[in-house]
């Protein structure tokens, strides 16, 4: 990557929500804590983290399609957290999500052609027949018929409903796209197709992406750069080579050693063993003070309850988040 200005750059981001009770409120879901994080011009930047780490609520965070808390959301220098709501919809169309689940997100009584040129018509662009013609040529480039579009999301398979969800984030033909665990809802035998149409469309369009996922060997090899999350904050970001290579902080280290590793148990070496964590994730209603990983860190100390760790750079562009490490 070019040292340029980044396409997105978040800086202390918190999207908290309030808990209430019968009475009175009683407290607050740190769902994303004081982060910050680039993805420049034509970068995909993977996220992964357990369930209940705040990856889709940061993707949602820096669309604005839940209101942050604080921080700041600059795309190319404009803060979107700033924009009044009539001057945000020229971003939307630059902004697109494809979203876990195709048949959730997905209205069963609009036809594909209806799905896709919906953008269009919010967004007004082009006439009846520009935008017609604009949704066959996407059928055709996320691997569908332009016969197909006139049928409904029920008469196709999970694989092509989310190819309809791709070609609809394509459809005003915006510059980032937020990938929330688009392949988690597919099949196996479907999942490497949807991924490399991603890929292919990446490359070609100059995408900027985020993807988030929790096939770690998906993020691998989707992205250029991966960022980990636990309990709302990122605790490492590095390039994805380098991070896969050479994880430094404790709970990276254990989420890699948890993928499978086809190596038969007796011949596994101690750098193919797994880490086992302790215990589950805490609630982020009540976060541990200091290291917000330290109840399950197999290296922590005494004092890293002291002080929340600041994010440090280890080489050109490795980042850790840790006492420790």
């Known amino acids: 990557m070019t ?29 994303v804590d004081d982060v910050s994080l680039t993805i420049a011009r034509g970068e995909v930047l993977g996220l992964v983290g357990e369930s209940g780490s705040g990856k889709s609520t940061l993707g949602r965070s820096l669309m604005r399609l839940v209101q942050p808390t604080a921080g700041r959301v600059l795309v190319e220098g404009t803060d979107l957290l700033r924009l009044p709501r009539h001057r945000l919809r020229r971003w939307r169309r630059r902004m697109q999500v494809v979203f876990q689940d195709p048949d959730a997100s997905l209205n069963p009584r609009m036809t594909v052609h209806d799905i896709i040129s919906e953008p269009l018509d919010v967004h007004r662009l082009g006439s009846r027949a520009e935008r017609t013609e604009r949704v066959l040529a996407l059928m055709e480039r996320v691997g569908l018929r332009p016969e197909q579009a006139r049928r409904y999301p029920h008469a196709f398979s ?47 369009l100059n995408l ?23 309990l709302g904050r990122i605790v490492e970001v590095a390039p994805a080579a380098e991070l896969y290579r050479s994880p430094r902080h404790p709970y990276t280290q ?32 009540a976060p541990p003070s200091g290291c917000v990983f330290r109840t399950r860190c197999p290296v922590a100390r005494a004092d890293c309850a002291d002080a929340i760790p600041s994010m440090r750079t280890i080489g050109a562009d490795h980042g850790v988040a840790c006492h420790v490490a």
């Open 158 to 204: 999970g694989g092509q409903r989310q190819r309809i969800g791709i070609a609809r984030s394509l459809a005003v033909d915006p510059d980032f796209i937020f990938a929330d665990e688009p392949v988690s809802a597919l099949d196996v035998s479907v999942q490497a197709q949807v991924i490399n149409l991603l890929v292919d469309l990446q490359r070609d």
């Open 3 to 31: 040292a340029t200005a980044p396409f997105l750059d978040a800086q202390g981001l918190r999207t908290w929500f309030p808990v209430r009770g019968t009475l009175r409120p009683r407290g607050l879901v740190k769902a």
């Open 254 to 285: 254990a989420l890699l050693s948890a993928a499978p590793v086809p190596v038969p148990r007796a011949h596994r070496t101690s750098a193919s063993r797994r880490l086992r964590l302790v215990g589950e994730m805490p609630s982020p209603l």
């Open 208 to 230: 900027t992406m985020l993807f988030v996922s929790h096939d770690l060997s998906v993020v691998e090899y989707i992205s250029d750069r991966v960022a980990v999350m636990y």
